[in-house]
């Protein structure tokens, strides 16, 4: 399937209603919230893609939009929902993710505030410029806050979103080098959906140890 409006509107759609059934399962379980909504939020991502497309590329308020929530918000959201999600066993090593987050986050706010964020349509993908200083330190940064907390996180299914969210950014960087920013992100979007199964799954085990916490309450 090639991108277009057509397509970003569509996937987006479907993501997002995913992400929201994904919140649902979730609202039992305050920690899983974040992770639990990111499919809504790349989603939504996709919609704003959408009309990026509409309107031919350009500098205007959605490819603002689309550049905060893909760049400074996701360096931030995905480690902090990750260290959430995390028994706290486990969150010590994710620290320096989140770190890694924080800083990343931090400059590319920074350059989104100084400078203009420009979007051109280049055949059935979309490239986006932003000129940022030492891009590969700061991609560096990204992944390591993005990809680096999933695979760090000790929880299987994360691991695998991790995985395939890895290696959806290898061949985005391979395939369109230009567009490699709007490709991956569509990528991880698909790939979200994911995220449902894990709430799911997370539901259905606090499920059976609540009940055997209850049975055990029970006996004489």
Do not use: K, N
Request: net charge positive; hydrophobic share 55%.
């Amino acid at each position: 399937m090639c991108w277009s409006a057509t397509a970003d509107l569509a996937a987006g759609t479907g993501i997002a209603a995913v992400g929201a059934v994904a919140v649902a399962l979730a609202a039992r379980r305050p920690r899983d919230l974040p992770l639990a909504a990111l499919p809504l939020l790349l989603g939504a991502h996709q919609i704003v893609e959408a009309v990026v497309w509409h309107h031919d590329g350009g500098t205007g308020p959605a490819t603002l939009i689309w550049a905060v929530i893909a760049l400074p918000l996701l360096a931030l959201w995905v480690p902090a929902a990750v260290l959430c999600a995390v028994p706290p066993g486990a969150r010590r090593r994710l620290l320096i993710p989140l770190a890694a987050g924080a800083a990343t986050a931090a400059v590319l706010a920074h350059a989104l505030a100084t400078r203009t964020v420009s979007a051109e349509i280049r055949g059935h993908t979309v490239g986006y410029s932003l000129g940022l200083p030492h891009p590969a330190l700061v991609v560096a940064g990204y992944l390591l806050a993005t990809v680096g907390s999933l695979l760090l996180s000790g929880d299987r299914g994360l691991i695998l979103f991790g995985v395939l969210v890895a290696a959806g950014a290898a061949v985005s960087l391979v395939l369109w080098r230009r567009e490699y920013i709007s490709t991956w992100c569509a990528f991880a979007a698909v790939c979200s959906v994911l995220l449902t199964l894990w709430v799911e799954r997370r539901r259905a085990a606090g499920a059976v140890s609540g009940a055997g916490s209850g049975s055990v309450r029970m006996r004489p």
